[in-house]
């Protein structure tokens, strides 16, 4: 009769040990996603400065090509556009444009710094789940190892 009792219990363990291998393998598969989607917004934050480099002016063809890359990385992009020939500077239109530019830049650095601040939840996550499937299996092995020392017992004194 008590063997049907340990017999549960081991269920128990081996299923807690399960739940928690399964739910840590897809936070790790959430991590991956969120290490493509951080590289993916540097590259594209690289591919910013790059537009924004070449020739301190934004032409309207580059001027599409950045909204859309705000676009693909789901930031605001509705409002972005610049004055006049689109030159980057410190005075009138041309400081407007500066500014424009700073704020895309913030834009990209802060979805950055949202993603990287969601992977060390993520990180956090992952450990608890560990901790639990290594107490799970433990728990198992522990009572599968008193299972077998009362088998031996009995038949020990039979």
């Given at each position: ?7 549960r219990l081991i ?40 537009k924004l480099r ?80 290594n107490q799970a ?22």
């Amino acid at each position: 009769m008590s063997g049907n009792g340990i017999n549960r219990l081991i269920v128990v363990t081996q299923m807690k040990s399960d739940n928690a291998n399964e739910e840590a393998l897809h936070g790790a598969d959430k991590q991956r996603g969120l290490i493509k989607a951080q590289k993916d917004l540097r590259g594209q934050q690289r591919a910013l400065d790059d537009k924004l480099r070449t020739d301190k002016a934004v032409t309207g063809t580059e001027a599409q090509e950045i909204r859309n890359m705000l676009q693909q990385a789901e930031l605001q992009y509705s409002d972005v556009s610049f004055r006049g020939d689109g030159k980057l500077g410190t005075e009138g239109d041309q400081k407007a444009n500066q500014d424009m530019a700073d704020a895309i830049k913030n834009r990209f650095q802060d979805a950055i710094k949202d993603l990287e601040a969601e992977d060390k939840l993520g990180n956090f996550e992952i450990q608890d789940l560990m901790s639990t499937y290594n107490q799970a299996e433990t728990l198992a092995s522990s009572v599968l190892k008193k299972r077998d020392d009362t088998s031996n017992a009995v038949i020990g004194k039979v």
